[in-house]
């Protein structure tokens, strides 16, 4: 069974840093391309960062240059790097598979990831 | 990408079929400029659930309720034979191969009369 359990929300002052975790079993994340979305309270899904099976990563606009993914094969996770934080990236935080053109097909529960003074 | 547009509610009764759409789609002009277009099912404070990718395919598990369709720029997610369990968010996604980022649309509140 494919499971991804995501870790490190915690309130965090603005212009402050955070790194997220997403732990995956049942399958290797070197193998498959991830991906990170976020919902912000009462707002809707936004997609935030992929990284493909071949390593390249990819970014909303909104966080380019300040979020990096990355992914340790080792523990087989997945993380977001996330730095000078502002009120709006308030939100819970997923991770998923991306399987590109077949979808976000696995994901996890979330964490979330509060940015306020 | 630009943004998708999707109504932010709709409505129907059990039994009754509702479709929600998606504007804003690109249409294919080349074999490589193709955006794979998804749809998700989430509940509040769950996480969101795959019903259809690459326009009009289920993955395993998933109720034949629910079907999806593309013309032009738009998609359509239509879920039939309505059931008390269909009243959720159904949020579109634009995957794009050329620019290799995605896109939800602002999603749609589907409430079972």
Redesign the interface.
Known sequence: EVQLVESGGALVQPGGSLRLSCAVSGLSVSGSSM?W?RQAPGK????VS?MYTVG?T?Y?DSVKGRFVISRDETNNTVYLQMSSLRADDTAVY?C?R????????V????TTVTVSS | QSALTQPASVSGSPGQSVTISCTGISSVDSGYNYD?V?W?Q?YPG?????L???VNRR?PGISDRFSASKSGNTASLTVSGLQAEDEA?Y?C?S?S?ST????????TKLTVL
Request: proline letters at 4%; hydrophobic letters at 35%.
């Open positions: 991906t979305a809707g899904l936004e997609w992929d390249s990819h909303a997923y998923a991306h399987r590109l053109n077949y979808g976000m097909d994901w996890g529960q979330g | 794979y998804s998700y989430k769950k996480a969101p659930k795959l259809v990718f690459d993955p968010e949020y996604m995957y191969v290799t980022s995605a896109v939800f649309g602002g999603g």
